[in-house]
């Protein structure tokens, strides 16, 4: 008898390897076929030694990716569940959000559907919040935590964290509650260095993982609080997520598969370095950018959403130009082959995004750009 080729064949990955590099979304970003396919690897027991040996190979990994000495907590979830748990278990009562885009709103909407008094501090699509006016914000009110977005993935707009959360420090007991799902893994992120109380990622961003993980390091300054915290919740208590990682176990059922591809691509950050993978994120990044200067030179009006010096190193908001439509741009880039994304909320017709993040290379990157300069520009 004769049997059809499967769908994890060698020859089927070689394929899949050489379609990679097409795929520019700000998230969920491509998968290496070798990391999809260790998901087909079959069940253990998610209580027993196995499961065990499998965190517990992944924990310095992970700490080398978030610069922490802390355990890194695993959730089967998405990253928005990590934002509510660091709002149920960090925040006592009133909390500062810093508001910048779409993903910096949603943690300020979290904490008022969480029952906490809530100010949004808000600035203009594409900007940054600057350490200055968050002290002084600091100072007019009693707030307890403080909630930022470090890479707003609606602009491309990337907060100064290591100067905001000395700010928040200097405010007395205040924690500073840190979004990076699109900063983790292919921005710099010093976990420790910088005295971030809690910062989370998700699994499909610049860690080029299918969606479902979350991934957060809490303090001890966030612990003690969530010990005395009763709106904690279940799912997302970090008293028990924290128990349960010191024992290489999870509370709750995982995700086991999303586990296994975790696994492979740690060794993959492993070989690059998250220095590497920091640097390859910047040069995408600031090719991207020159592209663009280079686009209006040729006379077409684009304009890179966030200001230079605070841009992110893994997604570019571009502003088209007047009449352009955002839409109209990503369905012809995909007649060509290319997933982009359009602007995203208000911003949707006006602009375009590209996600240079996870596995991506210059060279992949240019592909994709000479595709829309033949748009933009025929």
Same mark, same amino acid.
């Given at each position: 008898?004769?049997?059809?080729?499967?769908? &994890?064949?060698?020859?089927?990955? #070689?394929? &899949? /390897?050489?379609?990679?590099?097409?795929?520019?979304?700000?998230?969920?970003?491509?998968?290496?076929?070798?990391?999809?396919?260790?998901?087909?690897?079959?069940?253990?027991?998610?209580?027993?030694?196995?499961?065990?040996?499998?965190?517990?190979?992944?924990?310095?990994? !992970?700490?080398?990716?978030?610069?922490?000495?802390?355990?890194?907590?695993?959730?089967?979830?998405?990253?928005?569940?990590?934002?509510?748990?660091?709002? /149920?278990?960090?925040?006592?009562?009133?909390?500062?959000?810093?508001? =910048?885009?779409?993903?910096?709103? /949603?943690?300020?909407?979290? #904490?008022?559907?969480?029952?906490?008094?809530?100010?949004?501090? /808000?600035?203009?699509?594409?900007?940054?919040?600057?350490?200055?006016?968050?002290?002084?914000?600091?100072?007019?009110?009693?707030?307890?935590?403080?909630?930022?977005?470090?890479?707003?993935?609606?602009?491309?707009?990337? =907060?100064?964290?290591?100067?905001?959360?000395?700010?928040?420090?200097?405010?007395? &007991?205040?924690?500073?509650?840190?979004?990076?799902?699109?900063?983790?893994?292919?921005?710099?992120?010093?976990?420790?260095?910088?005295?971030?109380?809690?910062?989370?990622?998700?699994?499909?961003?610049?860690? #080029?993982?299918?969606?479902?993980?979350?991934?957060?390091?809490?303090?001890?300054?966030?612990? $003690?609080?969530?010990?005395?915290?009763?709106?904690?919740?279940?799912?997302?208590?970090?008293?028990? !997520?924290?128990?349960?990682?010191?024992?290489?176990?999870?509370?709750?059922?995982?995700?086991?598969?999303?586990?296994?591809?975790?696994?492979?691509?740690?060794?993959?950050?492993?070989?690059?370095?998250?220095?590497?993978?920091?640097?390859?994120?910047?040069?995408?990044?600031?090719?991207?950018?020159?592209?663009?200067?280079?686009?209006?030179?040729?006379?077409?009006?684009?304009?890179?959403?966030?200001?230079?010096?605070?841009?992110?190193?893994?997604?570019?908001?571009?502003?088209?130009?007047?009449?352009?439509?955002?839409? #109209?741009?990503?369905?012809?880039?995909?007649?060509?082959?290319?997933?982009?994304?359009?602007?995203?909320?208000?911003?949707?017709?006006?602009?375009?995004?590209?996600?240079?993040?996870?596995?991506?290379?210059?060279? $992949?990157?240019?592909?994709?750009?000479?595709?829309?300069?033949?748009?933009?520009?025929?």
């Amino acid at each position: 008898m004769t049997h059809a080729t499967t769908m &994890d064949s060698d020859d089927t990955i #070689a394929a &899949d /390897r050489e379609r990679f590099g097409r795929f520019f979304l700000p998230g969920p970003t491509e998968v290496r076929p070798e990391v999809l396919r260790a998901q087909l690897r079959p069940m253990i027991g998610h209580r027993g030694k196995a499961m065990e040996e499998l965190i517990a190979g992944m924990q310095p990994m !992970l700490q080398s990716v978030f610069r922490t000495t802390r355990p890194v907590y695993i959730a089967s979830s998405s990253a928005t569940g990590l934002m509510e748990g660091a709002v /149920r278990n960090g925040a006592r009562r009133r909390v500062l959000s810093l508001v =910048n885009g779409a993903f910096s709103e /949603r943690f300020y909407q979290i #904490a008022l559907a969480c029952g906490l008094e809530a100010d949004a501090l /808000r600035v203009p699509l594409g900007a940054v919040h600057e350490p200055e006016a968050v002290a002084e914000a600091l100072r007019k009110g009693a707030y307890d935590a403080v909630t930022v977005v470090h890479s707003e993935t609606s602009t491309g707009a990337l =907060n100064p964290i290591a100067e905001l959360a000395q700010v928040v420090h200097a405010a007395g &007991d205040v924690v500073l509650l840190v979004d990076s799902v699109t900063g983790i893994g292919g921005a710099p992120v010093e976990t420790d260095a910088w005295g971030l109380d809690f910062v989370l990622t998700g699994s499909q961003k610049a860690l #080029a993982l299918p969606p479902g993980l979350a991934l957060g390091v809490a303090q001890p300054s966030v612990l $003690e609080r969530a010990a005395t915290a009763a709106g904690r919740g279940t799912y997302f208590d970090f008293v028990e !997520l924290e128990k349960n990682i010191r024992k290489h176990q999870t509370p709750n059922t995982p995700a086991l598969s999303l586990f296994y591809a975790l696994a492979v691509q740690l060794e993959h950050i492993r070989a690059e370095t998250i220095e590497g993978r920091w640097r390859r994120h910047e040069a995408m990044a600031r090719r991207c950018w020159a592209w663009v200067d280079e686009m209006r030179e040729r006379g077409v009006a684009l304009e890179v959403l966030a200001p230079p010096g605070y841009r992110s190193p893994t997604v570019t908001c571009i502003r088209l130009p007047q009449g352009t439509s955002g839409p #109209a741009v990503v369905k012809a880039l995909e007649a060509r082959g290319y997933v982009i994304a359009t602007g995203y909320g208000e911003l949707k017709d006006t602009s375009i995004r590209i996600g240079h993040m996870g596995d991506h290379t210059v060279e $992949e990157l240019d592909a994709v750009l000479g595709e829309l300069e033949g748009i933009l520009a025929p």
